[in-house]
């Protein structure tokens, strides 16, 4: 369903299954040497069962999971999780903005805006007459209005507050700090930084004290579920209709919409929303990898679909999460 880096591959490796004892092999008569078995696999072959250095009951245990995000910069290491609203504390994105020219200067235009209001001059004494009259008429409507719209907002806030009770919805919360999204280059700096105490906004989590604790560099292997190349979507859009990736488009609008709820991207949560040109993309997308009519009636809506209009879309959503990344070695 963002903020708002670049991937490093870690190999993993694995052990190679225990066979148990066979018999000796047959020497080939000519040779001396041993015949190779056919029906045995090629020692060579990793067992694709076999297990990985990484240890998944750690992060199941925890319920936190280390990602792997790529953009135009790099390729990085961070953690993820998913906790009710009522567990978390957002980030503070006050330092961010205000390094932010852009969002600078609009505060900026709209304080000037705010000064240049000032008190109505009125020369003729008849015209102020009406305008008192008609002024006093505008604050007792506005009086009247203000009453309605109390009543509205307490019946708001009182359902607002019994759906809080009925449901308190999961939201993603990445390993960040003052709005800024920490992208680890190799998984020892990121085991490092967990380790350090170091201040991040998920250090708020239950489980994070035990992490810090039983974390190692090995662990920090992201399933390919949880590898998410963002620095190829703009590319693979603009290459037209027949070569658009549905799993890599998809997996990236779910990586964006979790980073621009946990780093408060608004923009980017916007373009994403429902009924968005982007959203309509991501629709087609998965319908067009389900079989039937299903499927069929996808593909259809994704030729409607502009490619321009989408490579430029998300060209500003990875250049808008790449902005709030914080590159740690």
């Known amino acids: 369903m963002g903020g708002s ?9 694995r052990q190679s299954p225990q066979r ?20 045995e696999p090629d020692a060579a072959e990793p067992d694709a069962d076999a297990p990985t250095g990484a240890d998944r009951a750690l992060w199941d245990d925890l319920r936190i999971e280390p990602v ?12 993820r999780a998913y906790r009710p609203t009522s567990e978390l504390t957002p980030t503070d994105v006050a330092e961010r903005d205000a390094d932010d020219p852009f969002l600078a200067r609009r505060q900026v235009v709209e304080t000037d805006e705010d ?6 001059v009125i020369l003729d004494e ?4 009406d305008f008192a009259e008609s002024d006093d008429e505008e604050k007792r409507a506005k009086r009247d209005d203000e009453a309605t719209e109390e009543e509205k907002d307490a019946d708001e806030a009182a359902a607002d507050e019994d759906s809080d009770e009925d449901s308190d919805e999961e939201v993603p919360v990445f390993l960040s700090h003052q709005g800024r999204l920490l992208l680890f280059k190799t998984a020892e700096s990121l085991v ?10 998920m250090s708020q989590l239950d489980s994070w004290h035990e992490l810090s ?31 658009w990736d549905p799993t890599l488009l998809i997996e990236a609008g779910e990586v964006a919409r979790d980073l621009a709820y946990a780093l408060r991207l608004p923009a980017v949560l916007h373009m994403l929303s429902s009924g968005s040109s982007l959203d309509d993309l991501d629709e087609a997308l998965r319908s067009s990898v389900n079989g039937g009519f299903g499927g069929f009636m996808g593909r259809r809506k994704l030729r409607k679909i502009g490619a321009q209009t ?5 060209r500003t959503i990875v250049g808008k999460i790449s902005a709030i990344v914080d590159w740690r070695d």
């Open 5 to 13: 880096p670049t991937y490093t591959e870690v190999t993993v490796a």
């Open 68 to 79: 792997e995000i790529a953009l135009p910069a790099g390729t990085g290491f961070t953690l």
């Open 115 to 120: 000064e240049d209001e000032g008190d109505v």
């Open 126 to 129: 008849d015209v102020a007459r």
């Open 192 to 201: 490092s930084f967990v380790r350090s105490g170091a201040p991040n906004d």
């Open 310 to 314: 989408a490579s430029l879309g998300w």
């Open 213 to 243: 604790e039983r974390v190692e560099p090995a662990d920090i292997a992201p399933p390919d579920e949880d590898v998410y190349e963002l620095d190829l979507v703009v590319e693979n859009l603009r290459g037209g209709h027949d070569t």
């Open 20 to 39: 148990p004892d066979a018999d000796e092999p047959e020497l080939d008569d000519t040779t001396g040497l041993a015949e190779p078995d056919a029906a």
